[in-house]
């Protein structure tokens, strides 16, 4: 049972009662003590999307922490964290098992959402899936939009509260990142909230936090993958060998896809027992979702949107992580010859 408080949430007055921030007060007014559990590896956009939930429900008079597994790679990110005052918890947290969990910016099935032994209620997402829905309290999905920000923001926006700076920086940058500067998988209604946010924001800081996303540290990376490059028609393959840092492999994926030439883009790694996976393409034959799925086929695990993909092959004991990297490659390049043969 969520825990009873005795200043139960109040949804402001004047909210239409058939909005989905409605409905989310009324969630709120159930489970007004809350984890919000973002993906593993969490990204800006799942980061701020979680903070800014946390701040709601706090708005809203109940209370709420954010936790996640995996580690937080980008310097950037980490200082996000440190200036907009982000209160994450680090990845040692353990929500006990009387525990209600949100999870934001993924579903509650995906793998890469590391289950606690805890209650899972509610989630707020933007990937598509077809995994099956399970029963939650609450569930606002919207395959259509561009970032999970997107969605906390029209929360803040359609319930007329007054939103913090640094909420509505934090939620600008989630919505930037994950869209690419509104380039990618961009609907109209990110648009719409984020000239909401704009007004809101903390401008200096926000393009200090879009524009600093890389570090000298990371050339090494670009080096290893201009080197290992290989194009086939308009597909490219890069492999970064030991990396174990699934947001800059991504941000190296988006570099390399930047190339004319190059219309879907496969970046691998190597992590502890794992190939890591990031696809990315700007080709709408080619939906990396579909093709992420098919290359993982029994061998591993993946997911994401058409124009972006991530996913993970565990190494078998014994077995040389190279063949297992040819296997995907040969996968990945398959795609081309079978047209759009994926299943
Ligand atoms: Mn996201």
Not at 159 to 175: D, E, F, N, Y
Not at 234 to 244: K, M
Not at 289 to 317: K, L, V, W, Y
């Amino acid at each position: 049972m969520p825990r009873q408080s005795s200043t139960r949430p109040q949804a402001p007055e004047g909210v239409s009662r058939n909005t989905k921030a409605s409905a989310f007060c009324s969630f709120v007014q159930r489970y007004n003590d809350l984890v919000l559990q973002t993906h593993d590896y969490p990204d800006p956009d799942a980061i701020a999307a979680a903070y800014g939930l946390a701040a709601l429900i706090s708005a809203l008079g109940g209370q709420a922490v954010i936790c996640y597994t995996g580690s937080i790679t980008r310097a950037i990110t980490q200082e996000m964290l440190s200036i907009l005052r982000i209160p994450i918890l680090p990845a040692v947290c353990r929500p006990g098992k009387d525990s209600a969990i949100l999870v934001v910016d993924g579903r509650i099935q995906n793998t890469n959402v590391t289950k606690f032994p805890a209650k899972y209620v509610a989630e707020i997402d933007h990937h598509p899936t077809k995994n099956a829905q399970i029963r939650v309290a609450f569930r606002d999905v919207r395959p259509h939009y561009g970032s999970a920000s997107s969605i906390v923001g029209e929360y803040w926006r359609d319930l007329g509260l007054p939103i913090p700076r640094s909420v509505a920086t934090a939620l600008a940058i989630g919505l930037n990142t994950d869209t690419q500067r509104l380039m990618r998988e961009t609907h109209i209604a990110d648009i719409e909230i984020y000239s909401w946010l704009f007004k809101k924001v903390d401008r200096t800081y926000l393009q200090y936090v879009l524009n600093n996303n890389i570090e000298r540290a990371d050339f090494q990376y670009y080096s290893r993958a201009i080197t290992s490059l290989i194009v086939r028609e308009n597909f490219g393959l890069a492999d970064l060998e030991e990396l174990d840092n699934p947001a800059l492999i991504a941000i190296i994926g988006d570099f390399l896809l930047t190339a004319k030439e190059i219309g879907v883009m496969l970046t691998l790694a190597l992590s502890e027992n794992k190939v890591m996976l990031s696809l990315r393409s700007e080709d709408p034959e080619y939906p990396v979702n579909d093709i992420s799925m098919f290359i993982t086929q029994g061998i591993g695990s993946a997911g994401g949107h058409r124009s972006m993909a991530a996913g993970t092959c565990p190494i078998p004991e014994g077995t040389d992580p190279v063949s297992l990297k040819k296997q995907i490659i040969d996968r990945y390049f398959s795609c081309l010859k079978t047209g759009y043969g994926l299943s």
